[in-house]
Nanobody
Framework: QVQLVESGGGLVQPGGSLRLSCAAS????????MGWYRQAPGNQRELVAR???????NYADSVKGRFTISRDNAKKTVYLQMNSLKPEDTAVYYC?????????WGQGTQVTVSS
């Protein structure tokens, strides 16, 4: 059974940094496009960043220049480095894996940016 397990969330002050990790199991990781999405209370889930199997990336305008997505195919892990965090970044962050008709989600990790 495919599993995506996120870690690295928590409480951080504005201007701080966090690094999220998402470890995949039971999938052939390399061909998947991996993404990070987030959902704040009362809002729809939105794309934060995505990285293709070839390493191409795209980001939401709101996080460009602050967040960096990367992947380690040998470890079947995708990362999200988040710098200069703002209160509006507060949300549950979800890992996603897509390849053809296959689409998997992690359980989510809470990120709270507050002083």
């Amino acid at each position: 059974q495919v599993q995506l397990v996120e870690s690295g969330g928590g409480l951080v002050q504005p201007g701080g940094s966090l690094r999220l990790s998402c470890a995949a199991s039971a999938i052939i990781f390399r061909p998947y496009t991996m993404g990070w999405y987030r959902q704040a209370p009362g809002n729809q889930r939105e794309l934060v960043a995505r990285i293709t199997s070839g390493g191409s990336t795209n980001y939401a305008d709101s996080v460009k220049g602050r967040f960096t997505i990367s992947r380690d195919n040998a470890k079947k892990t995708v990362y999200l480095q988040m710098n200069s965090l703002k209160p509006e970044d507060t949300a549950v962050y979800y890992c996603n894996a897509q390849w053809g008709e296959s689409n998997y989600w992690g359980q989510g990790t809470q990120v709270t940016v507050s002083s």
